[in-house]
């Protein structure tokens, strides 16, 4: 069955900081990736997917996420982060070719101070 | 494109009763999900459909939970007898269908409060 890891539960950066939310998953193969963010009283919006091809990955509000196989990781990172950036952050997996459910980790929880 | 549209946004309900929440998809998306979301937690599978065809559900979706989806486009979820631990978000997401690389979209939820 797959697993999605977010090691870190709240995480808190200074505006301007740059930021990693770690991502771990168990799949047999190579999933389908995802990140998404939600605001307070917002749904999930997407970031970024990753299906096949370059490992680092553009998104949406300057973000980026790195697929490395060899660490079953799809870390997100932005280099100068904002203080509307402060959400939760979800990263999810999908099998392959189904594009069916989706498997969420328990998500990271950003704080931004100014 | 309007987004995806949950209705009501907000349930409480008392221990016993029966609850029923609607989802609006993307138009012209052709599958469409139910997610639940408890404090803490990510998002689970619940179910989903394509068309108006429920082609899974997830062993979390007990016999008192039902859904539907009668003409393909929206869709109703049915809480009945609630319980206390059904409380929680309650996500539906929608996506075109149109092959393996498809990706969900998701609307603002319904939060239910079950007392």
């Known amino acids: 069955a797959q697993s999605v890891t977010q090691p870190d539960i709240h995480i808190t950066v200074s505006e301007g900081a740059s930021l990693e939310l770690r991502c771990n998953y168990s799949y047999g193969a190579t999933p389908y990736l995802f990140w998404y963010v939600q605001s307070p009283g917002q749904g999930l919006q997407l970031l970024l997917k990753?299906?096949?091809?370059?490992?680092l990955v553009q998104g949406i509000k300057g973000f980026e996420a790195e697929f490395k196989r060899s660490q079953s990781s799809f870390n997100l990172r932005k280099p100068s982060v904002h203080w509307s950036d402060a959400a939760e952050y979800f990263c999810?997996?999908?099998?392959?070719?189904?594009?069916?459910?989706?498997?969420f980790g328990t998500g990271t929880r950003l704080q931004v101070t100014l | 494109d309007t987004g995806v549209s949950q209705d009501p946004r907000h349930k409480i309900t008392k221990r016993g009763q029966n609850v029923t929440f609607r989802c609006d998809p993307i138009s012209e998306h052709n599958r469409l999900y139910w997610y639940r979301q408890t404090l803490g937690q990510g998002p689970e599978f619940l179910t989903y459909?394509?068309?108006?065809?429920?082609?899974?559900k997830s062993r979390l979706l007990s016999d008192r939970f039902s859904a539907e989806r009668p003409k393909g486009s929206f869709s109703t979820l049915e809480i009945q007898r609630t319980e206390q631990g059904d409380s929680a978000m309650y996500l539906c997401?929608?996506?075109?269908?149109?092959?393996?690389?498809?990706?969900?979209?998701f609307g603002p939820g319904t939060r239910l409060t079950v007392l």
């Open positions: 999810a997996v999908g099998a392959p070719g189904t594009a069916s459910k989706l498997t």
């Open positions: 997401a929608s996506s075109r269908g149109d092959g393996p690389t498809d990706t969900q979209y």
């Open positions: 990753y299906f096949s091809g370059d490992t």
């Open positions: 459909f394509q068309n108006e065809a429920q082609l899974e």
